[in-house]
């Protein structure tokens, strides 16, 4: 592999190959451990997302006749179903739609345009998906519900650690978090045990009680970022990167 890709590893072991080695084979390990997880994640949300939607605007609630959405959303229907037909099987849809689709859904809302590009107002999810629907996905069992922000915060955390797996990125110097800082302007960087957390927090919530059950008994990745070799990295990076605020 290119040396700039190795280098991170090798600096936890001052140059040491063999435990830079070791520590980038845990890497690759652990994307695979949280994969499993992320799989049931991904797929309850979007699962219930849609049947809430379904129940409130009919199977086909992603087309104009549902509920008004923005022009980012509208563009991605379209993409979805193009090659689909008219009547497109709802189901065949959805699963065209990306992480990113869903989470959107849980933001305000952006603009919506005409044909003709022209503005004609913003989208309100707030008012037009969460409350006649999607909060009744987020309605943790046995606590309080959870509000649209803090809906979209986890969903946004969950969909970073998937894109970071996804792509074949470290995980072991925890996940930053592009866009977001602190008021005394430090960058936020997740740890790997935070971001299991909220993936564990996100399939409590979209999974049912029998998957979770099984789930729970899924221990590896905790086991992995439990190691000597994760605990060395988490340490290194938690001296080295200077300007950073830790969650």
């Not at 998906?129 to 999607?134: G, V």
């Not at 970073?160 to 996940?175: D, Y």
């Not at 592009?178 to 927090?201: C, F, N, W, Y």
Request: with cysteine.
């Amino acid at each position: 592999m290119a040396a700039k890709r190795f280098q991170p590893y090798a600096a936890v072991f001052k140059g040491d190959q063999e435990q830079a080695a070791r520590l980038y084979a845990l890497n690759v390990e652990l994307s695979g451990a949280l994969l499993e997880l992320l799989h049931f994640a991904e797929i309850g949300l979007r699962e219930r997302m849609h049947t809430q939607l379904s129940r409130e605007y009919g199977r086909y609630w992603f087309f104009r006749n549902g509920p008004l959405l923005d022009d980012r959303s509208r563009s991605k229907v379209a993409t979805a179903t193009k090659y689909f037909g008219k009547h497109p099987d709802p189901g065949r849809v959805v699963a065209e739609f990306s992480f990113g689709f869903w989470r959107e859904l849980l933001t305000p809302g952006g603009k919506v345009t005409d044909s003709n590009n022209k503005y004609l107002r913003h989208a309100d999810y707030q008012h037009e998906l969460w409350e006649p629907a999607l909060h009744r996905v987020f309605l943790e069992r046995g606590r309080t519900s959870y509000d649209m922000k803090d809906a979209e915060h986890l969903t946004r955390r969950v969909q970073r650690a998937r894109n970071r797996v996804s792509h074949h990125e470290s995980l072991v110097f925890g996940v930053a978090q592009p866009g977001e800082q602190t008021s005394d302007k430090l960058k936020v960087r997740q740890s790997p045990h935070a971001m299991l957390a909220d993936i564990r927090e996100l399939l409590a919530i979209v999974s049912p009680e029998e998957v979770n059950t099984w789930l729970a008994s899924c221990r590896h990745a905790e086991e992995l970022i439990t190691d000597d070799l994760a605990h060395a990295a988490l340490d290194h990076a938690l001296l080295t990167l200077n300007d950073v605020s830790w969650i």
